[in-house]
């Protein structure tokens, strides 16, 4: 069976600082990669997806990804307030959005 | 362009009663999803329709969940009857095909008693 496995949290981080979150996966099959924001009593919304190995970045947002270690993480610089929120890592097979979710990461981010 | 509509946003059930979800995906998507979100927990895949036929329901209780996608648009997700540890939300999701983005509805809270 899939697993996804992340930090709980909560991560406390300072405003302006980089907030760094951690997930792994067991399946060695897996080929897409997604981080999801989700913030009280709303839905997941995708903020970033990844397939290769190494960086990618949007904005303030970096998903870094090492497929050998099975390890996905999400940077998030200058870190606003606004970002606090829970991060959920997601995986998915080939060709497939069936997504395996963690549980995700909560953040805060203290002004 | 409109998002995934769900409904009832809440709902409070003692157990043993049944209890119906609906969900409208946006239009054109093929693809639909139905996830339960237990608190403190990421949401967990209950079944997958691509169109009005059935993808992946392995990890549905199919003693009690029951899920249809009738003319491959509506979709409605039945519990009956429902057990305390039913208590989650229900998400919605859908996505263009298979392989494509999956874009989430507000969610159905439920609370079983």
């Known amino acids: 069976q899939k697993e996804v496995e992340q930090n709980s949290g909560p991560l406390s981080v300072p405003e302006g600082a980089i907030a760094s979150l951690n997930c792994t996966y067991s399946?060695?099959?897996?080929?897409?990669f997604f981080w999801y924001r989700q913030y009280s009593g709303k839905s997941p919304e995708l903020i970033m997806f990844?397939?290769?190995?190494g960086d990618k970045e949007d904005g303030r947002f970096t998903a870094q990804l090492n497929k050998a270690s099975q390890y996905v993480s999400l940077l998030i610089r200058d870190s606003q307030p606004s970002d606090s929120a829970t991060y959920l890592c997601a995986v998915s097979g080939a060709g497939s959005y069936q997504l395996t979710f963690g549980k995700g990461t909560k953040l805060s981010v203290i002004p | 362009e409109a998002g995934v509509a769900q409904s009832p946003r809440y709902k409070i059930i003692e157990k043993r009663q049944s209890v119906a979800f609906w969900c409208n995906p946006i239009s054109g998507h093929a693809t639909l999803y139905w996830y339960q979100q237990i608190l403190g927990q990421g949401p967990k895949l209950l079944i997958q329709?691509?169109?009005?036929?059935?993808?992946?329901d392995s990890q549905l209780p199919k003693d009690r969940f029951s899920a249809e996608r009738l003319k491959g648009v509506d979709s409605t997700l039945k519990i009956q009857p429902a057990k305390l540890e039913d208590s989650a939300v229900y998400l919605c999701a859908s996505s263009l095909d298979l392989a494509g983005e999956l874009f989430f509805g507000e969610g159905s809270r439920l609370t079983v008693l």
């Open positions: 990844i397939y290769s190995n």
């Open positions: 329709f691509q169109n009005n036929g059935v993808v992946d």
């Open positions: 399946d060695r099959g897996s080929q897409s």
